[in-house]
């Protein structure tokens, strides 16, 4: 998998390749960052909310602005109490930690999941918790039979360790921004409490399934027993997650926050660019869908043999469009570059920046600084390399 060697300086982006290139022939080039939702940078309301922002102490747990923001989560998320946190990372590290108690418990997961790939086996570095990775469907789902075998396996053996907790992802990132279906969320809820134990659901783009489902997010959460849920992405807040769940297990989760070094103080800074991203997220974020869709369904049309989409896959606020005949990495590049006649065939210079994947596909990711504006000129950009590629 490429996705590891897919950061910023791989592909040569430091600087101002995150928002404006320098010139090229005397003609500035327009960026479109469709690397991940995580690039956004606080509008003038957000900016202005976070110097605003009355703070106090959060590891005290005073400041006023942190406190409104964990009782609106609460609310939308249907949890008795949730926890801001720095990072989602760190939400779900803390999520693991309260429900395996005993070292050596057993966690049960999607082998592409973020908390399986990207999260350095903070579960077993930190929380002595072994993390036995099961085959992800192509919707992001696990076989249900699959998981009810490993769960039995373990259920009552003194052999075999213990498995305490499931572990969801919704939506569902390595598989494109797939959206969990309900139903399969309370099929998983039933067969963990079959065998005594919980799930967990790492929610860091868990508005943009809401949205997707047109269901309120506590829809979705009921059917688990703790969530992580993240600022920074879809919303646009510069930083900050929370944990939501049971008032007992965010008491404990409280502790586990300070273990980890994630105490903060004058959070409310955060807590208020967060406050402003909530306010606006739905309709954002089926903005930013829309614009996945409206770029999956024209590069779709330009039927090229070097790169194909499936609009039925695009479900939020991601594209993974396979690449044959060529490297991603290439792909990526050649769609960084500014050809001489650019400006006369699409109308300006433009830089589309995208993540190689996997060996045979880039990613693209919607979000609130992307305009259909933006879209469009990817697009064409698109269309112009595509052709050069053909020629």
Not at 16 to 25: D, M, V
Request: charged letters at 20%; glycine letters at 10%; proline letters at 5%.
């Amino acid at each position: 998998m490429l996705h590891a060697l897919a950061g910023a300086a791989t592909l040569g982006l430091r600087g101002p390749w995150a928002r404006w290139s320098g010139r090229r022939a005397g003609v500035q080039a327009h960026v479109v960052d469709l690397r991940s939702d995580t690039v956004t940078r606080p509008g003038p309301a957000m900016r202005r909310a976070m110097a605003e922002a009355i703070v106090g102490d959060d590891d005290y747990g005073e400041d006023p602005t942190v406190r409104e923001l964990q009782e609106k989560a609460a609310e939308l998320l249907g949890v008795e109490q949730t926890l801001f946190v720095p990072t989602n990372t760190m939400a779900n590290l803390i999520s693991v930690m309260g429900h395996c108690r005993r070292r050596g418990s057993q966690l049960l997961l999607g082998q592409e999941c973020h908390l399986q790939v990207y999260e350095q086996g903070g579960v077993a570095q930190l929380a002595g918790v072994l993390a036995n990775p099961l085959p992800d469907l192509p919707h992001g789902t696990l076989d249900l039979a699959e998981l009810q075998r490993v769960l039995a396996r373990g259920h009552g053996s003194p052999y075999h360790p213990v498995c305490e907790l499931v572990c969801l992802e919704n939506t569902h990132c390595s598989s494109g921004g797939r959206v969990l279906p309900i139903d399969y969320l309370r099929q998983v809820h039933l067969l963990a409490r079959t065998y005594g134990a919980r799930i967990h659901l790492d929610g860091a783009r868990l508005m943009n399934a809401a949205v997707a489902l047109r269901v309120p997010p506590a829809h979705i959460v009921e059917h688990c027993d703790s969530v992580s849920f993240c600022f920074s992405k879809g919303l646009g807040a510069p930083g900050g997650a929370l944990v939501g769940g049971p008032k007992d297990f965010i008491e404990e989760a409280w502790r586990f926050r300070k273990a980890l070094g994630g105490g903060m103080r004058q959070s409310g800074v955060l807590a208020a660019a967060a406050l402003v991203g909530l306010a606006g997220a739905e309709e954002a974020l089926l903005q930013d869908h829309k614009n996945a869709q409206r770029f999956a369904k024209g590069l779709q049309e330009l039927a090229s043999p070097v790169c194909s989409v499936d609009p039925a896959t695009v479900e939020t606020n991601m594209v993974l469009v396979r690449v044959n005949g060529l490297a991603p990495t290439e792909l990526c590049q050649r769609l960084q570059v500014v050809s001489a006649d650019e400006v006369a065939q699409i109308g300006r210079a433009v830089h589309v920046l995208v993540f190689p994947w996997t060996e045979q596909s880039v990613r693209a990711v919607w979000h609130r600084d992307i305009s259909t504006q933006d879209t469009d000129l990817a697009l064409r950009k698109w269309a112009l390399v595509l052709r050069q590629l053909e020629s």
